[in-house]
């Protein structure tokens, strides 16, 4: 009797090889803004704004932050606002996990041979200003993001992807931008007394910069989320309209 080398479809429950790759990258992406948050960035542009001069400063993480969204946004258009919601929001428990993981490690007693346990502490153990500020950030943002997404993907079904990929992420990533710098460097330093409180200039040029670097990093990676989107479309188009809901 002849076989059928057929690939047969995903059975419905079972997560996709590219399902999966967006739910890592996410948390990937994630986990590398978490321990990337104490270097401060400076890109140098070539014109003078009138708050932040001719220099964007931002936080390490806001690089790799901008990935979730990028990850977030494919998920949604694929599988949907529920879907993505769930991913979002299990990541921000799992933000706990990273926490207690990084700070453990940083009160375990250190060996001779270990690097200098101060300055490991200084690299991976954020303070607590700047948890406060990227959890709630986070927590808002990323759910904003998602909503929105798919408020505009009901109007424009499938077509205007680009719309729904820039529009959703230049919105939440002024709100994750507006409270992070506002929690970290003004409301938890002088209500908890945790951090420094910035002069209002040095806030200001901070949540612009991110800001605007954070938006370029949508506009670019349109591309990449129209090459993701008709890869598993064009793999596992039909469990992937059965789901998207």
């Known amino acids: 009797m002849a076989h059928s080398h057929a690939e047969s479809p995903p059975r419905r429950g079972v997560p996709t090889v590219p399902q999966v790759a967006l739910i890592g990258l996410f948390v990937t992406a994630l986990v590398t803004a978490q321990v990337t948050a104490s270097k401060v960035l400076a890109f140098s542009i070539p014109f003078s704004l009138p708050v932040t001069g001719s220099e964007l400063v931002l936080p390490g993480a806001a690089l790799a932050y901008a990935l979730t969204f990028m990850a977030s946004d494919c998920y949604t258009e694929l599988y949907g606002r529920r879907a993505a919601q769930i991913v979002v929001n299990v990541a921000f428990a799992l933000n706990f996990v990273v926490l207690a993981l990084v700070w453990s490690t940083i009160a375990a007693p250190a060996a001779e041979t270990s690097i200098d346990p101060g300055m490991f502490a200084d690299v991976l153990g954020a303070s607590t200003n700047i948890v406060l500020g990227s959890l709630l950030a986070y927590l808002v943002s990323q759910n904003w993001d998602v909503i929105v997404f798919h408020r505009i993907r009901e109007y424009t079904g499938r077509s205007k992807l680009w719309l729904r990929n820039i529009g959703s992420t230049a919105t939440s990533q002024a709100i994750d931008t507006v409270i992070f710098v506002a929690i970290a460097f003004a409301i938890a330093p002088a209500l908890l007394g945790v951090g420094v409180v910035l002069p209002l200039e040095e806030i200001a040029a901070l949540m612009i910069g991110q800001y605007l670097l954070k938006l370029a990093i949508a506009v670019v ?24 809901s």
């Open 221 to 244: 990676d349109t591309p990449i989320v129209y090459a993701i989107v008709a890869l598993v479309r064009s793999r596992t188009d039909g469990e992937v309209a059965t789901t998207a």
